[in-house]
């Protein structure tokens, strides 16, 4: 799971709990790097829905933003907009990946949430993401323009009024000196 060493104690409490309700393990992963540590991060996560919700309810402090943070990665979609809330809330560093991410995915409505809540973070953390990742960036680009092509073009004709495009151009704003 592609979370900070320093966390990985936690992170690994956190998956005991859950790991019971997993249908079947991820396949694929991205990779970022968060303060020059690389995390590979899994796409898709396939635990119990209500298991991990009713975790991530009980849950407190980081055991609750790992919950969320696999929430993120769930392949149910409310659950990730659920579990995106919780990150929001959140100024961690760590956290980024997990919330940038999402604004490349094929749930509008999501990245919409994502554009919104970014909007609000620290940009000085933002602008150390963005600096550090910016293969992950490209990949992120051509993943919200080809869902933006494929599916959302109608109801945002400029591209750039597409979330999943107000998230990167936030993240790139940050970045400029």
Known sequence: MGIPARLRPVARDVLSLVRKGEMHPPRHAFKVSVDHETLQIPYRLYYSPELL???????????????????TRHY???LRQECLSYLLGSEAYWLTP??????????VEIADDVAHGIMSRDTSLLAAFAEENPGYLATLD?????????YH?????NRNDYPGRKVLACLQDASRP
């Open 76 to 78: 149910d979609g409310y």
């Open 98 to 107: 997990y919330i940038v991410q999402l604004a490349g995915e094929y749930v």
């Open 53 to 71: 919700r009713r975790k991530l309810i009980d849950a407190q402090g980081i055991d609750q933003l790992v919950f969320a943070c696999l929430g």
């Open 153 to 157: 073009r109608l109801a945002y004709p």
């Open 142 to 150: 051509r993943r919200i323009t080809s869902y933006w092509t494929c």
